[in-house]
């Protein structure tokens, strides 16, 4: 191992020890939100892409859907400009959707098609952006850091993009974090004029699924997101697209 190797190992180690103690002194939540945005995000690029399949990129018609989509949920006010997202449709048949470090959301054609409507998918993907936004992400990150795995990846050398990916993917938040952000969800939904009727339905007909989607598997029931969903009521809310045009984008993959 050449010396400079040794600096930058001795370094991590550094860093992780440093973590742990702050960690343990103070909680990870205020140690999260105290790292500066860039930090998370360089450290994301540093990371490189973990999207597990292909991205897909659509035709410029459903590009356009899916921009319009995004835009009425990002940026909805000042505290958004704190932080920064991206996201994209992958080509993988599973119903999932997760963030990653440095806002990253990755949204699986496999949920695209099984929602009902665009409603849904603004939904779940509120959810998702107050992940980022509470920097929950940045949380699971380092607690996931503190396991055996997390510093064997840490300090072992390169790791591939799917070790990250299984990592990022086994990252489950807790069931505060997840009703942190259902709320959070709702209130930009609220915000957005968008109806939050499609949130909770969508979540129920999932967990009524014979096999429900793993990604289920840390949120609140039905009936917590239903009495939840009750406590905020739609504002003049606007439809985000036609019925022909959600149409169009649930094919954005093929």
Known sequence: MTDTASKIKGLAWVVVTVALAVAFAYGISPL???????????????????????????DPKKQVLFRKLVDRLYPIDREDTHFSIDVQIVNNPNINAFAELGGKI???RGLL?????????????????TH??????????IVRLMTIQGVQLLLGGAASNSQWTSFFLNMNFT???????D????????????????????????????????FLSDHPSSDDRLGMVNTFQDQN????????????LKTYCQ
């Open 237 to 248: 809310t606007r439809p985000i697209m036609s019925k022909e045009d959600w149409k169009m």
């Open 106 to 108: 990755l949204l699986y």
């Open 175 to 181: 069931r505060s974090q997840e009703a942190e952000a």
């Open 32 to 58: 999260a939100r105290a790292i500066p945005w860039s930090w998370e995000k360089n450290t994301a690029d540093l990371l490189g892409s973990i999207t597990p399949g292909d991205v897909c990129h659509g």
């Open 132 to 141: 980022v936004r509470r920097r929950h992400i940045l949380e699971g990150f």
């Open 113 to 129: 098609e099984k929602a009902e409507s665009p409603e849904e998918i603004a939904g779940v993907l509120a959810h998702e952006i």
């Open 183 to 214: 709320q959070g969800a709702l209130v930009r939904l609220q915000k957005a004029h968008i109806s939050n009727h499609g949130f909770a339905q969508f979540f129920k007909r999932l967990q009524e699924m014979d096999e429900a989607p793993s």
